[in-house]
């Protein structure tokens, strides 16, 4: 049987927050304690954080152990999990490189989440040609550890469009050498890509409207509060709508049943409140409290193993270098599979040297 492998990762470009709980972390954690995957690879994508942050390279070096704390505090186990950092793998690079001929500018420039990032970064009008080819790159992270199975937020689907799209061809040239990865979305809506609390766009590193795994309660709640709800909505009396209302959002990605029970005992479940909402009665405030309780419940253990592994820094370290090493070798023998594919190996090769000394004994 063909073994199952999964590849995820994220960019040091800052600590982890809601929408990687919701988008790839919990589902991470939970593959990872299935006992279904032969291996695990969770890599820190800092080559392509520099490919929008090339004059940073500081603010990419010091959130590599923000993410590290980070997925070690959500459960992520480095006995299970290989975590290492995309740098510390050349071979990837050097996939990459060979990937490029394969796809056209044309097919990157219709990629709607490169499209909608260009924007955010204002790079219209000169896109650093890194950042331009980092779904390429990804194509390597992922083929690189021959991934069946990648789970991430909706922003990526493209990219793993791209990346099959690359198998396809590479396969089809060189011969079959490469595994065609699916991508394993979360299940609910809310989770695939969550807004910020600003109730724009997706809650983003970038955009500062995140809630972080690693907040103080006091911060979390402060943010809940001045949460975007529905403009509409001016007395608890009128009737309320949800569409595009953070905290119900929320509720969506977070709260169970059982939580009513525990924090609003006036509601059996989300879909009653949701009702008393819409009809009129029921004020924000009420709504956000809620939500309050229930990610502080989800937080507050985060936090506190956050706080063991912060007393260790140096074993966090050991961690990275050992998955490092872990996963170089990995990629190398997909580097050498793909050489060989590509006839990019000359000195081994006998048959090569012998046909190219009888042409020219020939001559
Ligand atoms: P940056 O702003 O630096 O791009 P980011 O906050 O977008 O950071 P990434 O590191 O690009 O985070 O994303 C890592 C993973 O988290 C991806 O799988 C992505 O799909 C998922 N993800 C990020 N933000 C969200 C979100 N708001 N909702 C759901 N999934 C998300
Ligand atoms: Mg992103």
Avoid: W
């Avoid at 493209?158 to 198998?167: A, H, N, Q, Y």
Wanted: aromatic content about 8%; glycine content about 6%; hydrophobic content about 35%.
């Amino acid at each position: 049987m063909n073994k199952k492998i999964i590849l995820t990762g994220d960019r040091p470009t800052g600590r982890l927050h809601l929408g990687h709980y919701v988008g790839s972390l919990r589902r991470r954690v939970e593959l990872q304690n299935s006992g279904l995957f032969d291996k695990i690879f969770i890599l820190i994508a800092d080559a392509q954080a520099l490919t929008d942050n090339a004059d940073n390279p500081e603010k990419v070096r010091q959130n590599i152990i923000e993410v590290a704390l980070d997925y070690l505090s959500v459960g992520i186990d480095p006995t299970k999990s290989t975590i290492f950092i995309q740098t510390m793998v050349p071979e990837l690079t050097e996939l990459a490189f060979y990937y490029m001929n394969l796809v056209t500018v044309a097919r990157v420039q219709r990629n709607p989440t490169v499209k909608t990032e260009i924007q955010m970064r204002n790079f219209e009008k000169s896109i650093p040609l890194g950042f331009f080819s980092y779904p390429v790159s990804q194509a390597a992270d992922i083929t690189a550890f021959k991934a069946t199975t990648v789970p991430v937020g909706e922003d990526q689907e493209p990219m793993i469009e791209i990346t099959r799209e690359i198998v396809g061809r590479f396969n089809n040239i060189y011969g079959e050498t490469l595994v065609e990865p699916e991508i394993l979305l979360p299940d609910n809506a809310a989770c695939m890509r969550l807004p910020g609390t600003d109730g724009k766009a997706k809650m983003s590193k970038s955009l500062g409207n995140c809630i972080y795994l690693s907040d103080v309660a006091k911060d979390v709640a402060k943010k809940v509060k001045s949460m975007y709800t529905d403009p509409l909505h001016l007395n608890i009396s009128d009737p309320g709508h949800l569409e595009g209302n953070c905290p119900f959002i929320y509720l969506d990605a977070f709260c169970k049943d059982e939580h009513f029970e525990r924090y609003c005992p006036d509601y059996a479940n989300l879909d009653e409140m949701k009702a008393h909402y819409t009809r009129g009665g029921l004020g924000d405030g009420t709504v956000k409290k809620l939500l309050i309780n229930v990610l502080e419940e989800l937080l507050a253990p985060i936090r506190e193993r956050r706080k063991q592994f912060e007393q260790d820094i140096p074993a966090v370290y050991e961690i990275l270098q050992k998955g490092s090493e872990e996963a170089r070798i990995a990629a190398a023998e997909t580097l050498n599979d793909v050489r060989n594919a590509m006839k990019l190996n000359y000195f081994g090769d006998s048959t090569l040297i012998e046909e190219q000394s009888k042409r020219y004994k020939a001559q």
